[in-house]
């Protein structure tokens, strides 16, 4: 007899075990097999963990597996053990990790392969004619048929009622009409990149060396490369050395849709070799792309956080981009961090971790110091040199406090105004950032000072002039602009802070010639948006791209030779310990878009703030300088990665029930950690109003705990879950751990 353990798909911690089935004969099972079976009354779903002839249970009591489901096993043995791996270190169920590595259309059997149907004649062209001559509209069908086959769907766009006329065609015994199943194919950008490898940097040369060196003993890497160093080719060369080698590569990039140029490079050099991933995708194409990795057809995979469990076998390497995004860490349970899966999945399969950026995280660039432990060290390797010796761009820092002592008033200085202007001139491109979405960011009485925040949250209206309204960022509600203060009746409403929307209005005034294109969340809304308006800018059908963040990745455009910074202090004013950290790489991943092709780019940065260290070593694109500035800024300050914060956040409709829930919770912490002696490792816990009070209408109460780093963390937020996941009726909870972000 043979036994199976069966992790049963269900949401249910207390049954998060192993069950064990017995195998009728005849059935082929193995790990990561999934099966149906009967659990209670029930018959459910569950993922065969492991079979053997050794029972482990008492027998006379166990059910046999119903049935198996699929043809090929869904899960690979190896991420059997990185499931494992999962529920040690994000406290989460066997079933939730089990659950990335699918597609959701899986578990629910809802998608199967695409079918199309197609028509083709069954006898020579010239036979078909002879037979439909007296009928000019199934002639019409035949030409166009040809020798060749053709969907319904397409036939229907070139003769009408194609369907009908097929039918006719096929009972006359001239054409014939079948399904025939297709892939559904995800659509990338189009490459106007070459598709041959171009010869190595000497630079690229010894970075891709060090890393082939280390295929077969398996490594981890951080690649620092300043913007335009060439990384992605390296990224290429490693994937060929092992594709040569039969081992396939997972390339992770933060956001699929702002970075659909990537992809593209990579479909040009690897073609249906290439697979990618991510959650723009339509269900089907996510399923197909999925079997396609599964059955070994693609052996490139590019995705988004979540390809980091693609079901590659034995990768031979694991490559992150732009390593410092906190897109790599995933807001949803189980919180993992695609990082840290990706270097578990290379453990296992002996292969390379290569992190991979212009503005390493400081975390990072911390671990390939000298004195890390082992286990966490990264290998630095440098490309401290723009491809081709390109120069780095020029950079400058404007005062913006001085533009107003010398009567300047404008969002755009002197400086900008006069580079826009030479830009333009030239016929050049240039990128406006700024980042902040709307017209106006609040508006407020000057009476008496009251600003206009939102019904539901805690924050400052901001105004958009395309719809004439207040929008609030945080829940989105929408409120008419008020003609007179709320408050006290004056008419003197003023609107300050200026966003997008009016850089692309001012921009427009300067250069009313000019084509000026805007990318923000409010104008990337439909599902290609964001590549469109990217392939529009890359093909020279507007002069400038004012834009978010969004326009920060890893673009590409040669011909752009101006980037202005329109307010720096942005992001250097908000209140968390990583703003001067987000600061740096922001302008440092814009600067990076000027100046990439032959003419030198320049960059503009305005600010308020001139002396901030953050934006000076911004202004000279180097990096050590920042990390040893900011490093010991944290250090001094306990911050992360010295410390861990982690927090507890409570929410409610009812701001007494989340405030008590706080103070309850914090009580309940302090009394567990300290029975169980892990006091020691925490350096304080906190409870009170998160900074942001409220948003859609619920309070906000906080419990922050702060910990050494190097103490027993795991056990502290151990304690944490407890209490997170206790039952406290409309109070919802909601643990995270060094958060996204500190609101
Ligand atoms: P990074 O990601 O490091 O910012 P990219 O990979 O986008 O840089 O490369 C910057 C530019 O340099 C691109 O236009 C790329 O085509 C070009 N490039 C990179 N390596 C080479 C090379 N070895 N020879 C010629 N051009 C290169
Ligand atoms: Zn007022
Ligand atoms: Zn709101």
């Known amino acids: 007899m043979r036994y199976a353990k069966v992790a049963v798909d269900l949401n249910a911690p207390l049954l998060d075990r192993p069950f064990t089935y017995t195998v009728p004969d005849g059935m082929l099972l193995q790990a990561g097999d999934m099966v149906r079976v009967s659990f209670g009354k029930r018959q459910i779903e569950g993922y065969v963990l492991d079979v053997s002839d050794e029972c482990g249970v008492e027998s006379d009591k166990l059910k046999p597996v119903l049935s198996r489901i699929g043809e090929q096993s869904v899960i690979l043995p190896e991420m059997l053990r990185l499931a494992s791996f999962m529920k040690d270190k994000y406290l989460c169920t066997t079933t939730d990790a089990l659950r990335l590595m699918m597609p959701p259309q899986m578990r629910a059997g809802t998608v199967k392969e695409k079918t199309l149907r197609v028509v083709r004649l069954v006898l020579t062209v010239d036979e078909a004619r002879q037979k439909c001559k007296n009928a000019p509209a199934q002639l019409k069908v035949v030409e166009a048929l040809g020798g060749g086959e053709l969907s319904l769907e397409e036939l229907n766009r070139t003769v009408g009622g194609a369907s009908a006329l097929c039918n006719a065609l096929a009972k006359k015994g001239v054409a014939q009409v079948y399904a025939k199943s297709v892939r559904r194919a995800p659509k990338v950008y189009e490459s106007d990149r070459s598709s041959v490898d171009p010869p190595l940097t000497e630079q690229q040369k010894d970075v891709v ?27 290429i060369r490693l994937i060929r050395e092992l594709l040569g080698r039969g081992r396939g590569t997972i390339i992770l990039v933060p956001e699929i849709a702002l970075t659909p140029q990537t992809v593209g490079w990579f479909h040009a050099r690897f073609g249906c070799l290439s697979a990618v991933l991510h959650s723009r995708l339509s269900a089907g194409e996510r399923y197909d792309e999925w079997q396609r990795i599964r059955s070994g057809e693609a052996k490139v995979v590019i995705g988004a956080r979540s390809a980091v469990f693609a079901p590659l076998e034995n990768p031979g390497a694991i490559i992150i981009d732009e390593e410092h995004e906190g897109a790599y860490l995933s807001e949803k349970r189980p919180r993992y961090d695609a990082r840290e899966i990706a270097a ?35 290998t630095l390797l440098e490309m401290d040199r723009r491809a081709l010796d390109r120069p780095m761009p020029e950079c400058e820092l404007v005062d913006m406090r001085s533009e107003l002592s010398n009567g300047n008033k404008g969002i755009f200085s002197l400086s900008l105004i006069r580079e826009l202007k030479s830009c333009m001139d030239k016929n050049q491109q240039a990128m406006l950032f700024i980042n902040r979405r709307g017209h106006s960011t609040f508006v407020n009485c000057r009476a008496c000072g009251y600003v206009i925040k939102c019904r539901d949250c805690d924050v ?44 692309q209005l001012e921009a427009q005034k300067l250069f009313p010639d000019k084509t000026v294109l805007r990318m923000d969340m409010d104008t990337t809304g439909g599902k290609d948006a964001h590549a469109d308006i990217l392939e529009a800018f890359g093909k020279g059908k507007a002069d400038i791209l004012v834009g978010t963040q969004m326009i920060a990745k890893g ?21 968390d ?32 703030s001139p002396d901030h260290y953050a934006l000076k070593c911004a202004l000279r694109q180097d990096y050590r300088a920042f990390y040893n500035a900011e490093i010991s800024y944290r250090k001094r300050s306990l911050y992360p990665p010295y410390t861990t914060i982690a927090r507890l956040l409570m929410v409610s409709q009812d701001a007494e029930a989340a ?40 309070e906000r109460y906080e419990v922050l705990v702060k910990m050494y780093t190097a103490g027993d963390t795991k056990g502290v937020i151990a304690e944490m879950e407890k209490i997170e996941n206790k039952d406290r009726g409309t109070v919802k909870a909601e643990l995270e751990v060094n958060p996204a972000n500190m609101f």
């Not at 673009?555 to 908000?574: E, I, M, Q, Y």
């Not at 567990?672 to 942001?692: D, K, R």
């Open 460 to 503: 400052a209206m901001t105004y958009h002039q395309s719809s004439d309204s207040l929008v609030c960022h945080y829940c989105g509600a929408v409120a008419q602009t008020p003609a007179q203060c709320p408050k006290c009746h004056s008419r003197f409403i003023k609107f300050f802070g200026a966003g997008t929307e009016r850089i």
């Open 209 to 235: 060396d060090s890393l082939t060196q280390a295929i077969g003993s398996g490594g981890r890497f951080l690649l620092y490369g300043v913007t335009g160093s060439g990384k992605t080719e390296v990224y």
């Open 659 to 698: 405030f008590a829930a706080a103070k309850n919770a914090s009580e309940q912490l302090r009394e567990a950690l300290t029975q169980n002696g892990l006091m020691q490792h925490v350096l304080s816990v906190h409870e009170g109003p998160a900074p942001i009070k409220r948003i859609k209408g619920e």
């Open 555 to 575: 673009l590409d455009f040669p011909n752009v030779t101006l980037v202005g910074v329109v307010a720096a202090d942005t992001t250097l004013n908000l209140p």
């Open 344 to 378: 578990e999945r290379v453990r296992l399969s002996g292969g390379i971790l290569l992190l991979g950026s212009a503005t390493p995280s400081i975390s990072s660039f911390m671990r390939t110091m000298p004195r890390v432990r082992p286990e966490n060290k990264l």
């Open 577 to 608: 310990y990583r703003s001067a950290e987000r600061t740096f790489q922001l302008i440092t991943q814009v600067a990076g878009r000027a100046g990439r092709a032959d003419i030198p780019g320049k960059v503009i940065i305005q600010t308020y």
